[in-house]
């Protein structure tokens, strides 16, 4: 079992729709959950960070939390073609190694 | 600008032809990695570096070697290429913040082994 699985789509959404990408993991000890995006040729950026549980909002962007359920999800509201990237959800057990466990990252087209 | 580069962006070679992947960052970050992207498998480190000489493997090291003899530099350094090895790699950098370790990632280098 991978510890962090992703469904790597692609998802196709028209404009304007709510768009919700999930991931799933394995290990209990995990703390640290981000989010990554990467537009096609280019390096993943950070787009979300949260610690343990719970949810955190940045303008368009909700990431949820749920650590009992090994669960987390990243929410688009209002998405646009400009968020058209694949996003990665990636999880760490401390905040202070290079020690990040990567998802295979969901491909996201946004339609005009 | 801050920023990580890597070079060259794109190379094509030979099995067994050694060759290396510059990396560089103007961030003075003490951690650096580096990734390698495959198809269906994301993202994986390959070997990372807490600071000046000190080095440890990642997930994939097999086949890789890296140094860090400056604090803005770590090359990749692949002995002798195989087929395997082909994909897409990024070199990161991150500070030791504590309880906070953003990475940032270079553009990326398409790699073929041929």
């Known amino acids: 079992q991978k510890e962090v699985e992703q469904d790597p789509g692609p998802l196709s959404v028209p404009e304007g729709a709510i768009v919700s990408l999930n991931c799933t993991y394995s290990n209990s000890a995990f703390q640290y959950f981000m989010w990554y995006r990467q537009y096609s040729r280019k390096g993943p950026e950070l787009l979300m960070y949260t610690y343990s549980s719970g949810n955190k909002e940045d303008g368009r962007f909700t990431a949820q939390v749920d650590k009992s359920s090994k669960y987390i999800s990243l929410f688009i509201r209002d998405s646009q073609p400009s968020d058209s990237a694949t996003y990665l959800c990636a999880i760490s057990n401390t905040g202070t190694a290079s020690k990040l466990t990567f998802g295979t990252g969901t491909r996201l087209q946004v339609t005009l | 600008e801050a920023q990580v580069t890597q070079n060259p962006r794109y190379l094509i070679t030979v099995t067994g032809k050694k060759l290396t992947v510059t990396c560089s960052q103007n961030?003075?970050?003490?951690?650096m990695s580096w990734y390698r992207q495959d198809p269906g498998l994301g993202l994986r480190q390959i070997y990372y570096?807490?600071?000046?000489?000190?080095?440890d493997k990642g997930d994939v090291p097999e086949g890789y070697k890296v140094s860090r003899k400056e604090k803005r530099n770590f090359p990749l350094i692949l002995e002798s290429p195989s087929p395997n090895q082909t994909s897409l790699y990024f070199c990161?950098?991150?500070?030791?913040?504590?309880?906070?370790?953003?990475?940032?990632f270079g553009p990326g280098t398409r790699l073929t082994v041929l």
């Open positions: 961030m003075n970050h003490e951690y």
């Open positions: 990161a950098s991150n500070r030791d913040r504590g309880s906070y370790n953003e990475q940032f």
């Open positions: 570096s807490m600071n000046v000489e000190v080095t």
